[in-house]
């Protein structure tokens, strides 16, 4: 069996730099391109060690440990222990899951033998194909779900428990503060939240739902000239496509927003409503107005 240096080499060396590439997007650590290659090249020294000096003992830990210290040093620089230690950590992070997640599809792919490749190719050259195939997708699937994380964990920051007290009722959702939403009502300048038909769930039954539903369609089309009940108003805005629309809405005797340390109440405010959902993963049922956060400053 021929062993090529060389290719386990570069391989070794790409694994790397997309392991310090992934650690710099997670981490948001800039670093210069030519540092994360020397640091690159300097983590995939331990095989041209390992062959040439096959007495070193590259399997201590202590020997591992001093070389992941090395190697972040040279991408990341040191500013202080804390970062340092951060940015280390993160790297340790990053290596685990896509080794875990190469470990995890390789055993799958054996246990079920459906690995797509002959019985001709040896063991060692099965493995070295299947990194070289599996390591970019891996590596790719880990970018895309931190990134996403990073998002929703942004997202979240503008997350609030809202309180509104409406016909007797007490209902507590999921507020997103939209700094975008300056919907008010044009006659009082009121504030207008929006909630979505989960929230009304809360005070109406589905038939009633459905009822005030198909009314608020029928006023839109012309068919009636006032709603069925008098508990809703209908307040004109204009939409993202410029034209002239209308919302229902009703007057909640007060909006109560949790934060932190201390919480807001406002009993000048007006809730809009969304028929369907207004996001897909149901993470927030309302739509916060800036203006309610005034109070708190």
Not at 30 to 58: D, E, Q
């Amino acid at each position: 069996m021929v062993i090529y240096v060389e290719v386990i080499w570069l391989l070794n060396f790409m694994i790397d730099w997309m392991i310090l590439l992934l650690t710099q997007s997670v981490t948001t650590r800039l670093s210069k391109w030519y540092k994360l290659i020397l640091a690159s090249f300097f983590g995939s020294l331990v095989v041209p060690i390992t062959f040439l000096l096959p007495a070193f003992p590259m399997d201590s830990w202590l020997i591992k440990i001093t070389h992941s210290f090395i190697i972040i040093w040279i991408a990341f620089g040191f500013q202080n222990v804390a970062i340092y230690l951060k940015v280390l950590c993160t790297f340790y992070f990053m290596t685990f899951s896509i080794g875990g997640g190469l470990f995890a599809i390789h055993f799958l792919f054996i246990s079920e033998q459906n690995f797509l490749l002959t019985n001709s190719l040896e063991v060692t050259h099965i493995h070295g194909i299947f990194v070289i195939i599996f390591f970019p997708i891996i590596f790719l699937f880990t970018k895309h779900r931190m990134d996403k994380h990073k998002m929703q964990q942004f997202h979240q920051e503008f997350h609030y428990k809202v309180v509104i007290f409406w016909e007797n009722k007490e209902v507590e959702t999921t507020g997103y503060l939209d700094s975008g939403n300056h919907l008010v009502d044009p006659f009082t300048q009121t504030p207008v939240i929006i909630v979505d038909e989960t929230i009304l769930k809360n005070w109406f039954h589905d038939q009633e739902l459905a009822q005030l539903k198909r009314s608020f369609q029928n006023i839109l089309q012309g068919k009636e000239e006032e709603l069925t009940t008098s508990l809703f108003r209908l307040i004109p805005y204009q939409g993202v496509n410029g034209h002239q629309d209308f919302m229902m809405a009703f007057k909640p005797i007060y909006v109560r927003i949790h934060m932190k340390e201390t919480h807001v109440t406002n009993k000048k405010v007006l809730v809009g409503i969304q028929f369907g959902n207004l996001v897909s993963d149901n993470s927030y049922h309302c739509l916060l107005h800036p203006k309610l956060f005034q109070k708190t400053g």
